[in-house]
């Protein structure tokens, strides 16, 4: 058996490249006493991974240069010296990118059935991604039916999520992707009042003022920049601004807000979130979304990408929007 690891060794300087990455052999772990050896077989690729590249303070500490990357992944347990784990035991984590680990179980690794779903859903529709459209809307947006829902990166993980959530909650949606294909399938399949490519269009606020002619009750920001100004320049009255993320901004940094005292005159609220302080929501989130699957009301895609070697690839494909819907790599072979 061989194990091999993804190291960061370089802070990025604007758009993330390979040089960030050093692709390496590792020996195999050695569990000490209340550890677990895992392996791993899905990771996801996730935005807050280049913020996390910058030295800065944050939510989450910056990754240490020469430290294994890590993120969220599924991994099977190959042998253990924990008391409450055995071998074959399928977990969700925060894991290192790395083949093989040892990890020291505790509340943030959660266990998961075999055979519920596809193992897949537990990063992606059923995963934290889902959770943070979830979130977003429950307890900033709060939509109410008849309004108007702008979603920015509306064919990503979160954004999928969240056009169909406020379609579910009777909103009329709007949705902008930089791709055609996304755009049609957010159209045609995901059944959006409207959507556009962010790229083609004259701007983003001429496409705004074109699909959303009485203004924006809600916006789940994904994107910010000057998405985000278009949106500030044609919010309604009580409007409310879900800072879900600016991934705009994460390689270089944004022109900044400007006529920000709409915020006061329009009684905006604009408020950020970070889904991981909101996990005891995971329980009524999976059974509202499991029976939403079950009733065909919800639509998911997956970007599935190959290889522990192609993650540092990936992941910077996430910032040209290579990805369709939710990305994950696959490292290893499902368990049985
Ligand atoms: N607050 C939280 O707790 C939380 C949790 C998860 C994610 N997030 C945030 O939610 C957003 C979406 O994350 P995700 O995981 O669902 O990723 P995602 O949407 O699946 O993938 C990112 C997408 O963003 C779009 N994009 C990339 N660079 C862009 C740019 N410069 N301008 C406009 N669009 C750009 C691309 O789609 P196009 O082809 O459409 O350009 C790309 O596919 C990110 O801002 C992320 O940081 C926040």
Redesign the pocket.
């Known amino acids: 058996m061989q194990n091999t690891v993804v190291r960061f060794v370089k802070r990025p300087q604007g758009f993330v490249d390979e040089s960030s990455f050093a692709i390496e052999p590792a020996p195999m772990p050695q569990p000490a006493e209340g550890q677990v050896v895992l392996r791993a077989f899905y990771h996801s690729l ?3 991974m280049r913020p996390r590249m910058t030295e800065t303070d944050s939510y989450i500490a910056p990754f240490e240069l020469g430290q294994v990357m890590e993120g969220g992944g599924l991994a099977v347990v190959v042998e253990s010296r924990h008391p409450d784990y055995k071998s074959g035991d399928v977990v969700r984590g925060m894991l290192q990118w790395a083949e093989y680990q040892v990890a020291t179980p505790g509340p943030a690794m959660l266990r998961l059935e075999r055979g519920h779903a596809p193992w897949t859903h537990y990063l992606g529709v059923l995963g ?2 889902s959770l ?1 459209a979830y979130v977003g809307l429950k307890l900033i947006g709060e939509p109410k039916s008849g309004e108007t829902l702008f979603v ?2 509306a ?5 999928s999520i969240a056009v169909q959530i406020g379609k579910l909650r009777g909103c009329r949606v709007v949705g902008s ?3 055609d294909d ?1 755009v049609a399938w957010l159209r045609d399949e995901l059944k959006l009042d409207a959507a556009f490519n ?1 790229r083609t269009v004259a701007s983003v606020g001429a496409a705004l003022s074109q699909h959303c002619p009485q203004g924006i009750d809600i916006d789940f920001e ?2 910010g920049g000057a ?1 985000l100004q278009a949106v500030l320049d044609r919010i309604r009255p009580h409007g409310r601004i879900i800072m ?5 901004e994460y390689n270089e940094p944004g022109p900044g807000l400007e006529r920000i005292f709409r915020i006061v005159s329009h009684k905006v609220r604009m408020q950020g ?4 302080e909101h996990f005891d929501l995971m329980p009524a989130f999976i059974a509202d979304m499991e029976q939403w699957l079950r009733e065909g009301r919800i639509k998911y895609r997956e970007t599935v990408i190959e290889g522990i070697e192609n993650m540092p690839r990936a992941l910077i494909g ?2 040209r ?1 290579e ?1 369709f ?3 994950i790599a696959r490292i290893g072979d499902e368990p049985v």
């Open positions: 996730d935005p807050y934290p991604a943070t920015s990166a064919a990503g993980a979160v954004g992707a930089g791709h996304k962010y994904n994107v998405t879900c993320g600016a991934i705009s979130f970070i889904v991981s996430l910032f929007g990805n819907g939710k990305l």
